[in-house]
């Protein structure tokens, strides 16, 4: 049981390059969050999916865009990478009903 | 403007002394949560209150949720260097479970 697991943990792209972070939870959870963490802070919603088949923009979604592949995955892409990107990301699962959120161990991401 | 206002923003102390972080908002919760990250990984649940005036103890954590569900606040006794970290809250606004919002962190740091 690995809980949320997330690739890659770092990331170094030049400006306008484009990747896909990706994670996936084996708690059979319905929703799942990507965030991202900046100094002083806290976490931003970039994005969210309540359930499979649908994904809803967070506080912070310009620049991002999520695909919830199946129950298990869901995928945060950066088209064309700017600097202000450079972030920490992290994924998170929640079970409905239920409180707690579970967070995958986070990608280090530096767009230079 | 963060929605969750947390304070102190950073707090170095020595083992044994006691100290309280404080979060507090404009806006009703309908929970409040208090996570703590180490470095390199993703935050972990400590507690959630759910309750106006609820208390738990976490043995030598307690967290206390305002009456009126805006304000929260974690009270450490005798800290310990074991207890070095980022300590975050986070809240589900009243009428809104879908997301939820982080405040901006303490960095505490307990030396021996």
């Known amino acids: 049981n690995a809980g949320v697991t997330q690739t890659p943990k770092f990331q170094v792209l030049k400006t306008g390059q484009s990747m896909t972070l990706q994670c996936a939870q084996d708690?059979?959870?319905?929703?799942m969050y990507w965030y991202r963490q900046d100094p002083g802070m806290g976490l931003r919603l970039i994005y969210y999916?309540?359930?499979?088949?649908?994904?809803d923009k967070g506080e912070v979604p310009n620049g991002y865009n999520v695909s919830r592949l199946n129950k298990r995955e869901f995928s945060l892409r950066l088209e064309s990478a700017a600097p202000s990107q450079t972030s920490v990301y992290f994924c998170?699962?929640?079970?409905?009903?239920?409180?707690?959120?579970?967070f995958g161990p986070g990608t280090r991401l530096t767009v230079t | 403007t963060q929605l969750l206002e947390q304070s102190p923003q950073f707090l170095s102390i020595q083992e044994g002394e006691n100290l309280t972080v404080y979060c507090n908002s404009s806006?009703?919760?309908?929970?409040l949560q208090w996570y703590r990250q180490e470095p390199g990984e993703g935050p972990v649940l400590l507690v959630t209150?759910?309750?106006?005036?609820e208390v738990k103890k976490l043995k030598r954590l307690t967290f206390q949720f305002g009456d009126a569900r805006k304000d929260s606040s974690l009270h450490i006794t005798a800290a310990q260097p074991g207890d070095t970290g980022l300590y975050l809250c986070?809240?589900?606004?009243?009428?809104?479970?879908?997301?939820?919002?982080f405040g901006s962190g303490t960095q505490l740091t307990v030396l021996p």
């Open positions: 998170a699962s929640r079970d409905w009903g239920a409180y707690e959120q579970y």
């Open positions: 708690m059979n959870h319905n929703s």
């Open positions: 999916s309540a359930s499979e088949g649908t994904t």
């Open positions: 806006s009703v919760f309908s929970s």
């Open positions: 209150v759910v309750t106006g005036g």
């Open positions: 986070a809240g589900f606004v009243s009428g809104s479970a879908r997301q939820l919002t």
